[in-house]
């Protein structure tokens, strides 16, 4: 019964979409919009929008490029062992917002194009420290997907986030980097620790 229910179980991917579009339906309800949720730079009361800009979005386009860039990079992110997309989007999320409040020029930023690049960060970054086959797929799928990611961070058009862009990827590889030296410690601890046996 529990191997039929690990089979059914929703990808996290499915979640953070359903929240998206979620919040953006929520703006056609309500008078106005939710645009002053996103992270104003250099604003200390707004800080805490970081949490919250990814999840709303400037219009139906931009919500659903992010969105099927997301459910690729999600879905991929699931076939990995040592890493759950619930952690990454909060680091990236934190990580990127604090790349935005420090170096976004002085707009609402919104969206969660920042998380996006950040995953695919991770996983292009996690296979060239890990150098596995199945990280190597991960890694080609995803450059195949989305190969105009890496020029997205060079895009400095007035509404286009570059330093949300740019924060983000950063902060993918740099995670990817962190999660493969501890995974590499922890595997010679355990071989040191059998050597002594």
Sequence with gaps: MSAFTNRLKVPAVIYFLTALWAVHGLQWLIPGDLHHYGIM???VTE???IALAPFVHANLWHLMGNSLALLGLGLLIQTKKHVELWELWAILSLFSGLGIW?????AYHIGASG??????????TDAYFRRSTK???IAVAALLLYPNFLLSVFDFRPHISWAGHMSGLVSGAVIAWLNARGQAMTDT??????KAK
């Design 135 to 137: 990280t190597i797929v």
């Design 115 to 124: 998380v996006v690049l950040g995953i695919w960060g991770f996983i292009i």
């Design 102 to 106: 420090l170096f976004g020029s002085k």
């Design 47 to 49: 800080l805490w929008h």
């Design 189 to 194: 601890g355990v071989a040191s620790e059998m």
């Design 41 to 43: 730079p250099r604003s």
